[in-house]
């Protein structure tokens, strides 16, 4: 297992984020896999990252401001082992694509964290700024599972 897609709908709130904060946790437990990120909808593609995210993101310590949006295409479902989608709507929008046999398996990425009792990453785009500051406190608890589950001995 070595690489990660996260996917949201715009790819500018919740999968760079996504991208983020798995990034630097994954390098903080010396761990670097390939990750990206890439919303199933078109609106915002070559955008950087919606300035309220980018801002929560600089305060817990990432910055997101060279990512640049883009849609999940079909070489995504063998490039990457896994790809995370942020909630179910993302998820139906995602396995409707994949082709079967393809290389990457497709969850939702708090099935992570089952603890956490929330399945879906809220989308934030149009609530107020606790949602961008939930975003990353759900992402960064799904982080540190996967961490866990890597470092767990191979059975
Ligand atoms: P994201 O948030 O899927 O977390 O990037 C959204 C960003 C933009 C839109 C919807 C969700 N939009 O409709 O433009």
């Known amino acids: ?51 309220r995210s980018q801002a929560f993101a600089r305060a817990w310590g990432v910055d997101i401001s060279a990512q640049r949006a883009r849609r999940i295409c079909a070489a995504d479902f063998d490039r990457f082992d896994r790809i995370y989608a942020m909630d179910r709507s993302n998820l139906a929008d995602i396995q409707a694509m994949a082709s079967p046999g393809c290389r990457a398996r497709i969850d939702l990425v708090m099935s992570l964290a089952p603890e956490y009792g929330i399945e879906e990453v809220p989308d934030p785009y149009y609530g107020g700024d606790t949602g961008f500051q939930r975003v990353i406190d759900m992402l960064s608890e799904a982080a540190d599972r996967l961490i866990e589950e890597l470092q767990q001995p191979r059975k």
């Not at 500018?12 to 761990?31: G, H, N, W």
């Open 1 to 51: 297992m070595n690489s990660l897609l996260f996917v949201c709908l715009g790819n500018i709130c919740r999968s760079p984020t996504a991208k983020a904060v798995f990034d630097y946790k994954l390098a903080q437990a010396e761990m670097p896999l390939l990750t990206d990120s890439a919303g199933t909808g078109d609106w915002h593609i070559g955008k950087p990252p919606d300035p």
